[in-house]
């Protein structure tokens, strides 16, 4: 790291890397593991949005309310030092640090938890699929893509309804690229896009044992990585590269 750094973003995946679980997943684990065993048998042939919607309705006819959905967020694991790990960076001045998250969860998920965890204030930005309850209490999550309009023009591999790496080229525009480093925090395949798009001053700081390793791993030899990779498998080791930024 040779100029001073300033200005920099962290972006974070939610799912499996500012949380510590998966929560399309995990509340069908707590509140229906029928729907949780037929999400794993439909999983190939439906769009996952589509299918978590869907799901969502199963669980509302079976009678499950917001309150049991809430509780279930609010248990999800979310591991203690990422959330010292982020405040501590936050509250820091120098450099100063924006936050932006990019998920393919839905914002009532991921608001419902940053809010128990007290991070509703962390984000500048979140990205991601749209969603809201309804009076009867039903939950109803849409696509970030409208099925029926254009789709996005990634041919990374992304999956249909969202390219995070698109979706980060337009918060960097939106920012006037103000920052003089990215630091991107992810777990899945899908943070792949985005990884790739990084320059040499900017860190991967990239989960172990889930796709993204896999996906970087499978790249290094044709050298298309321009970023410094870290990678981490526990949060209180994100906490500690965040403490030596
Ligand atoms: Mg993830
Ligand atoms: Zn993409």
Not at 137 to 165: A, E, F, T
Not at 240 to 245: N, S, W, Y
Request: overall charge neutral; proline content about 3%.
């Amino acid at each position: 790291m040779s100029a001073k750094i300033e200005r920099q973003l962290v972006v974070f995946d939610f799912d499996w890397s500012l949380a510590d679980q998966d929560s399309d997943r995990w509340i069908f684990e707590v509140l229906a593991p029928e729907l949780r065993r037929k999400m794993k048998t439909l999983k190939a042939e439906v769009q996952w949005t589509d299918l978590v919607a869907q799901l969502l309705r199963e669980l509302h006819a079976k009678g499950a309310t917001r309150e049991d959905i809430e509780g279930a967020l609010r248990k999800m694991p979310f591991h203690p030092a990422m959330v010292r790990g982020v405040t501590n960076l936050k509250s820091r001045s120098e450099p100063q640090t924006t936050f932006f998250c990019l998920s393919n969860a839905n914002i009532v998920f991921i608001t419902t938890i940053l809010k128990d965890k007290g991070l509703e204030n962390l984000f500048e930005e979140i990205v991601t699929n749209a969603a809201e309850w309804d009076a009867s209490g039903l939950l109803k999550l849409r696509r970030r893509i409208d099925p029926s309009g254009p789709q996005h023009q990634c041919k990374v591999g992304c999956s249909p309804n969202m390219c995070k790496g698109e979706e980060l080229e337009a918060f960097l525009d939106r920012h006037q690229h103000a920052f003089d480093r990215v630091i991107y925090v992810g777990d899945g395949s899908n943070d792949f896009c985005p990884v790739l798009r990084l320059r040499s001053q900017d860190m991967v700081l990239c989960r172990r044992h889930r796709g993204l390793e896999k996906s970087i791993s499978g790249f290094k030899d044709e050298g298309r990585l321009k970023c410094e990779v870290r990678y981490w498998a526990g949060a209180w080791e994100v906490e500690e590269i965040f403490g030596q930024l």
